[in-house]
Nanobody, 119 residues
Framework: QVQLVESGGGLVQPGGSLRLSCAASESIFSINTMAWYRQAPGKERELVAGITSGGTTNYADSVKGRFTISREGAKNTVYLQMNGLKPEETAVYYC?????????????WGQGTQVTVSS
């Protein structure tokens, strides 16, 4: 069981920046993929960015060039740097850990952190 704790959400003006953190209860290098998702009111949860244990990253098209996912192994922490935030990106942001062992897969989720983009 991987426990994830997010932090760093808050209120920011349009065009502003925030950095989210996700602290895992074990080495992030033992987890196949760490990712950030978000869910806006009335909408489905969507993938924002992910990073594999090997360091490969991927991003939703809507955030490419503005968001950066990174990690700090010594702290078992994954970050999401968000620049140029837009009001429509107001959502609860969730950290996800996806583990694959042979043919079995597990998904673990944090409690979420609210990001509000508003003037």
């Amino acid at each position: 069981q991987v426990q994830l704790v997010e932090s760093g959400g808050g209120l920011v003006q349009p065009g502003g920046s925030l950095r989210l953190s996700c602290a895992a209860s074990e080495s992030i290098f033992s987890i196949n993929t760490m990712a950030w998702y978000r869910q806006a009111p009335g909408k489905e949860r969507e993938l924002v960015a992910g990073i594999t244990s090997g360091g490969t990253t991927n991003y939703a098209d809507s955030v490419k060039g503005r968001f950066t996912i990174s990690r700090e192994g010594a702290k078992n922490t994954v970050y999401l740097q968000m620049n140029g935030l837009k009001p429509e990106e107001t959502a609860v942001y969730y950290c996800n850990a996806h583990r694959v062992v042979r043919s079995l897969e597990w998904d673990y989720w944090g409690q979420g952190t609210q990001v509000t983009v508003s003037s």
